[in-house]
């Protein structure tokens, strides 16, 4: 007789199996269905749905891992070390180059969602942006006047907005990247400095 827990690993190994199958098809075809999960990741639609109760559950799965992702990298980019606006150009090109192999699920990253869960979604990078923030704000190399939340939002909402830009084709991802860098540091500078500029 199988004892639980490896009744559990076998369960958790088949979770992964059908998580990493669907981070890699819906990579390529967003729009693919449970059923073509279930064969990428060899099981069947109701091993499928017995991780994942419904196609919107598995989203949130994906985007989850692929945030996850994103966040490991950001963790690499040595974001603690150096000036605080190198750090953060540093942070952001790690996290662009990680989400840039996932360009389809970077859509269903940016599909609509309740606040909390939008909050709840891009908390992992939210503070990691937020934690060189604040040392950029202690250090005098970020404006201390507006609340850290608005610049963490800011900073995420110009990284989705060029993100469209280069989607859309309206921008090459070069120039784009180039002027978010160039925003980002503009809008985060010091008063003082910023008036200089």
Known sequence: MTSPPRRRADAERSRTAVLDAAVRLLGERPDAGMAAVATAAGVTRQTVYAHFSSRDDLLT???ERVTETVAEAMDAADADEGPAPDALLRLLD??????????????LGARPAPPEEDRSRHRPIADRIA??????????????VPALSWQVAAVIALSHATAEEIGAGRMPA????????SGLLRLLAPATAARES
């Open 61 to 63: 799965a994906v985007v």
């Open 94 to 107: 790690a996290a662009w180059r990680t989400a840039g192999a996932y360009p389809a699920l970077a859509r």
């Open 131 to 144: 934690r060189v923030l604040r040392r950029g704000r202690d250090g005098g190399e970020f404006d201390p």
């Open 174 to 181: 070069a120039d784009a990247t180039a002027a978010l860098h």
